[in-house]
């Protein structure tokens, strides 16, 4: 079972997906919790060079491929193995990312990066994602004053393509993309996904 959390920055996906970690390891399931962009030493890496300010400008397609690059690592390394050893694999942020960041959010060719996404993820696609849907304020409200990386630190309408892009994906494919309204408490958001669960089987 491959479950993935999607949302805007802030709107909870982490912690949300670190709760339903421990509610599976805590009912004796093989789980793996991890995230993208990283999971694995090179991806972790290419984070890193992702998320950094730089001085020089990052042109949107090269940011594409590092993201990319970074998913190929961790699909062939962790997250492929884990499905097959029986685990359940949940991860904070994948594919749908990069189409509602570096389609709608950057602007690029929302096919292209289909295309190349499909290359790198050898045929894996989430069973079920959640997508944790807040309002652009609301989330950098959350992360507040902390320092922000390289991407956080984009435009509010930037944040806004990004959230469209997000409910966009939900709209097209609503089997698999299931949304979260964020705005209530930790407890009263995981409930309802532990609801989801249920109600489609995956859960006891
Ligand atoms: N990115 C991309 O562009 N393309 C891609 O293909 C991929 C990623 C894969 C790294 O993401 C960046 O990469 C990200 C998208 C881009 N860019 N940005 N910006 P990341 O996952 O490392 O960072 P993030 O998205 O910014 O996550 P985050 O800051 O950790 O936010 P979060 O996961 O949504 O929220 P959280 O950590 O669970 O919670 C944030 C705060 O709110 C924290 O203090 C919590 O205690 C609090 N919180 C959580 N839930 C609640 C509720 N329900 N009520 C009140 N407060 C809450």
């Known amino acids: 079972m491959f479950i993935t959390f999607e949302g805007i920055e802030g709107s909870g996906k982490s912690t949300q997906a670190k709760l339903l970690y421990e509610w599976f390891l805590d009912r004796g399931r093989r789980v793996v919790l991890t995230r993208e962009p990283g999971g694995?030493?090179?991806?972790?890496?290419?984070?890193?060079?992702?998320?950094?300010?730089?001085?020089e400008s990052f042109p949107p397609f090269s940011e594409l491929c590092l993201y990319l690059a970074a998913r190929g690592f961790h699909v062939k390394n962790l997250i492929k193995p884990s499905l097959s050893e029986g685990a359940v694999v949940i991860c904070d942020r994948f594919s749908d990312s990069t189409l509602a960041y570096q389609g709608y959010g950057r602007g690029l060719d929302l096919e292209l990066i289909k295309k190349m996404n499909r290359?790198?993820?050898?045929?894996?696609?989430?069973?079920?994602?959640?997508?944790?849907?807040?309002?652009?304020?609301?989330?950098?409200?959350?992360?507040?004053?902390?320092?922000?990386?390289?991407?956080?630190?984009?435009?509010?309408?930037?944040?806004?393509?990004?959230?469209?892009?997000?409910?966009?994906?939900?709209?097209k494919e609503?089997?698999?993309v299931v949304v979260v309204d964020g705005t209530g408490s930790r407890e009263e958001v995981f409930k309802f996904i532990l609801s989801v669960l249920k109600e489609k089987g995956y859960a006891p």
């Open 40 to 55: 694995t030493e090179a991806a972790e890496r290419i984070r890193d060079l992702i998320l950094r300010e730089w001085e």
């Open 119 to 171: 290359e790198v993820t050898e045929g894996i696609k989430p069973d079920l994602t959640f997508l944790i849907d807040v309002p652009v304020e609301v989330g950098l409200e959350r992360i507040g004053k902390r320092r922000r990386d390289r991407i956080e630190g984009e435009s509010l309408e930037f944040h806004r393509r990004v959230r469209r892009g997000f409910l966009d994906i939900a709209g």
């Open 174 to 176: 609503p089997e698999r």
